[in-house]
């Protein structure tokens, strides 16, 4: 299904208060609130079968804009149209094209062997035993649970409950997924193996797919298209190359050293990023890059260099923090 | 894929429950067999009665109530609704809820259905081996048959009390206060400390119009002979009333709860 948002606006209302017990106190008899913005003109389409990267500083309005998607909150003014569907009317039939993971929150029962909470769940989402099996069998598969599937989930290790959630939430085979840091916490096999399933469900299912994540290895991993989002407003809504591109036209040149050279040296090569013994990382502008690499060559002390581009983070700070 | 029926939906949930319930073996036997009230009020007031009846209520229509308190607590779903919900709103785990295609009650009600499936037999089979071996006295077969609709329409309605007095917690977050005295409240009209009759005059009429007395004394009063068949239709009566009112009242507190829960974040 396609995921239309046009305009989106949402406040909350927030407790204001001063610290400390006086204040606390005074609350009681007498409380004020002001108004935040969490979300503030949002726009975006996304098709199914894409992979949309949705990425933002804490408090950048992600999780607010997820949470409209999903239904869990109702748009302040603006429009989220979710195939034929408006998500906050939480008609039954949308949730159950729906699925939503939720940082570490839990769709299984926590008491439940895996397989148990499974079953509910196939019942919960009326699919019957052949789609069961033959979702659950393609789930085991991708997602390597055979081993924990007669534990209960509160036995499993933080990786392993992830893995489960994941099958839990996609078991029914929603067309509409949205991943609020599905890798937090995770250990990198972890992160590659729920990296390497997204991929595949979408490749095998052509799910609508909105992914946040602190970790941009996911990013770069899973989607082709970014959507930047800092202080409630999209900064920016392109391919990931063209991101990484915006970072400047610089050109990173990581050098590998025979013995530590001196920082005025180094600087003589371009501006200096950071250096450690018999390493140092150089940025130069993009022009001046050959010329930059044929000198460093040449030098005596360079055994070896590496050309990079500068990071996504460096492109995404710079996009966050633009008026 | 369509959305399942209501039956289905709980007969998954309710299954669910039943084996996460089996993992817990120590806290399923104290819960099954851990009745302290009935028991202590059974012994005091029986005690009280030795000497002659007290409003009417014989020593041994006391030992039948009481024993059949036992029964008839076993299906009270309200504090287990109440105390269900509002963690999930202070803890921030209703979202994980609001995205599944049935309401969140549903979930919280099949946990209790499940305690009342390990309990029941259990507290049926205590309740009879009470009355007969301390002689409790009984209606007829006619007050028997009555009791059941009228527990299951009390069971009903304190339960969509109990889910009004949880929805609470949409608005204020922390509830406990009002809601113990929700819970207080319906150990008193109920009749757990003692039968109805008791209660100064005009608490023993706010009382007998109350879902708290319909689920747990009034089933106990009518199999105990207590009261007679026609209290016990006239309680059916009046229960429906207030299903229907309770329902529409409830749909709407909780609309408009979910709405407030919403303003501040979810």
Known sequence: MRIVVSDLRRTFEVTDRPPGLKAALRSIVSRSFREIVAVDGVSFVVEPGEIVGFLGPNGAGKTTTLKVISGLLT???????????????????????????MGQRHQ????????????????????????????????????????????????LSLGQRMRAELAATLLHRPSVVLLDEPTLGLDFEAQHKIRQFIAEYVARHSAAVILTSHYLADVVALCERVIAISHGSVRYDGDLETLTARAGSNKRIELRLDRSLPAEELAGFGRVISTRP????????????????????????????????????????????AP | MTAPSLPRIYGALVRGELIATSGYRANLIVSIVGWVIPFVMLALWRGAAEDGAIEGVTAGQFTSYFALILL?????????????????????????????????????????????????????????????????????????????????????TSGYLGALAGSLALWVTKAYAVQSLVIGTEGLLGGLYAPIALLPGWLEVVARHTPFWFQIGAPAELMAGMIGPGDGLQVIAEGVVWLVVLHVVFRTVWRRGVTQYELVGG
């Not at chain 1, 302040?76 to 699925?99: K, N, Q, S, W």
Request: glycine share 8%.
């Open chain 2, 72 to 156: 008839t607590t076993t299906l009270s779903f309200s504090a287990h609704l109440i105390y269900g919900f509002t963690p999930l709103v202070h803890e921030g785990r209703l979202a994980d809820y609001l995205v599944r295609p049935y309401h969140p009650f549903h979930n919280l009600i099949a946990g209790g259905a499940a305690r009342v499936a390990f309990r029941a037999p259990v507290a049926a089979v205590f309740c009879i081996g009470v009355i007969t071996i301390l002689g409790g006295a009984l209606g007829g077969w006619r007050n028997a048959v009555i009791a059941i609709p009228v527990w299951i329409i009390g069971a009903l």
């Open chain 1, 75 to 101: 748009p302040t003014a603006g429009e989220v149209r979710v195939g034929p569907f408006i998500p906050h009317e939480r008609d039954p039939d949308y949730l159950l094209r729906l699925g939503f993971i």
């Open chain 1, 278 to 321: 018999n390493r140092a990382v150089i940025e130069v502008d993009q022009a001046a890059t050959g010329a930059t690499v044929n000198r460093a060559l040449q030098h005596p002390a360079v055994s070896d260099l590496t050309l990079t581009d500068p990071p996504l983070e460096d492109a995404l700070a710079e996009i966050y923090g």
């Open chain 1, 108 to 155: 299984l029962h926590f008491d439940l062997p895996v397989e148990d909470g499974l079953d509910v769940r196939r019942v919960l989402y009326g699919l019957d035993t052949r789609e069961y099996r033959a979702s659950l069998d393609e789930l085991v598969e991708l997602l390597s649970l055979q081993e924990i599937l007669p534990q209960p989930i509160r036995k």
